[in-house]
């Protein structure tokens, strides 16, 4: 939207609405270095807006490093490689990964993640899902 005299909220050159009055903003740091990401990796930043449909993370894992053997979640997960490589084991094969690739996870699939010699940063999307609610269990 170059045009000077745009309002935001009203519609374009185009004609077509301007959303950005509408998205709140989600600002953003470039979290990088030893002393951001723990030894062992992890997420260096995460979607975190009240009331949202989406979740989304950057993980960052060392050289080496990786993510265990899991089932993942009850949702189809979009993932992108943004730095570096991966290997991501799935029970169909292994999926060789480097940076702009984009891989689907279907809804529970196994996986394992295994970063390359450089490591990887990596981008995950997927719908919002609550988290674990721990109750207790009746004894039988």
Sequence with gaps: MSDASHTPGG??????????????????????????????GGAVWSLRLPDRDLDSNVVVLPAGGGIGRHLGPEVDVMFHVL????????????????????????????????????GVRYLTVHRHREGLALTARTPV
């Excluded at 077509?16 to 030893?34: C, F, I, N, Q």
């Excluded at 084991?89 to 480097?98: I, K």
């Design 11 to 40: 519609p374009d050159a185009s004609g077509a609405p301007d959303l950005r009055a509408d998205v709140p903003r989600v600002v953003t740091s470039t979290l990088t270095g030893p002393d951001v990401v723990p030894p062992s």
């Design 83 to 118: 730095d570096g490589s991966a290997t991501i084991e799935t029970a169909g094969g292994d999926v060789p990964v480097v940076a702009g690739d984009v891989v689907w996870l279907p809804k529970r699939s196994e996986r394992r993640i295994v970063a390359g010699p450089d």
